[in-house]
């Protein structure tokens, strides 16, 4: 019987290894269903994190001494899909992918969020043949080519500003003509000479070939259609909440959700569900940010070792 149960290894899971482990608890596993890090590591660069001032440096570089100092005080890490947590009596079944399944007396759940696919033709037809969610990952394949971004938000003008600096240029289309991104980095990006803005616009199609993608079609919002020649197309159009595995076998959630599926917790993380504990960005209110995942991590890990200390 595991004392808790972590699922996901982003920045929310690994503060909450550390702070269970080196809290005491001595039977923690994190699954996760690849390598530990989260949605950071695709990121260019991050500059929020308070402390973290290297500019150089990305969101894998960022990650990597965190696995090292989560790690060391005991915290086990199975690359494992958790399919669903369910309790049963006084305790925790955690079903693994392949039909496996482990007892712990609490979960935490850290499964984060997973970049949206915007809906658009042929977006699944080039995914990973001109179309990426990650420019970190795919920007270098368009290295002195053009490439376009869809979206407003904060992750959009980000990485696109990232893309300018190995793409010829950058073109990002938005659906209105003023941005979700916060502030500063409107005004970077809104800065670089290579960084191109097509407001009041959204992308009706994207076309290619056998080789990959050759162009995306332009609806603007005047009705008018343009076309756009080239090889990349970046989509940041916002996240899902990764929330299936608090589902019970009729699809029906085991603790209390909200209307965008994010779990309803309180401030010290508990869900609706003695023992179960939801952090990071699938909880509700997320602020979305690397920062407040490890708060929310360190917040639930104290109160599960609380939790079962209470229990004995
Ligand atoms: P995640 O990071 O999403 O981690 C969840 C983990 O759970 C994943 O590793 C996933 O594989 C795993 N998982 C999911 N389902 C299962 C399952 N069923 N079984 C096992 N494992 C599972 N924030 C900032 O503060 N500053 C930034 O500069 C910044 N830049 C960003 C740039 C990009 C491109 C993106 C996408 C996000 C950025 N963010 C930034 C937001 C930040 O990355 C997230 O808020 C943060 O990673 C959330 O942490 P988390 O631990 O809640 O979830
Ligand atoms: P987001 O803030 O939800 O922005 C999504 C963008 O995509 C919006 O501009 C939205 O347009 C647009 N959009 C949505 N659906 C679309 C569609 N079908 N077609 C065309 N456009 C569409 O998502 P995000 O940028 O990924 O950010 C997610 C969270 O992570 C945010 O809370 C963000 O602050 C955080 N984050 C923070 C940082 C940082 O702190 N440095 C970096 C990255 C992300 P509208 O604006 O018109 O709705």
Sequence with gaps: MLDCAIIGGGPAGLTAGLYTTRGGLKNVTLFETGMPGG??????????YPGFFEHDKTGMDFMDTWQKQCFHFGLRHEMKKVERVAKT????????????????????VCTGSTPKRAGIKGEDEYFGKGVSTCATCDGFFYKDKPVTVLGGGDTALEEAFYLSNICSDVYVVHRRDTFRAAPATIDRAMRKENIHFVTNAV?????????????????????????????????????????????????????????????????????SVEGLYAAGDIRIEAPKQVVSAAGDGSVAALQVISYIQEQQ
């Design 203 to 271: 992308i009706d199609e994207i076309v290619g070939d056998a080789m990959g993608v050759t162009g995306v079609n332009i609806k603007h919002n005047d009705g008018t259609m343009t076309h756009m020649d080239n090889t990349g197309l970046f989509v940041f159009v916002g996240h899902n909440v990764n929330n299936e595995v608090l589902k019970d076998q009729n699809g029906d959630f085991i603790c209390e959700m909200n209307q965008r599926g994010q779990v309803i917790v309180d401030l010290c993380m508990r869900t």
């Design 39 to 48: 949605q950071i590591t695709q990121s260019s660069e991050i500059e929020n």
């Design 89 to 108: 009596g006084e305790h925790f079944t955690v079903t693994l992918e392949g039909g496996e399944s482990v007892e712990a007396l609490t979960v935490i």
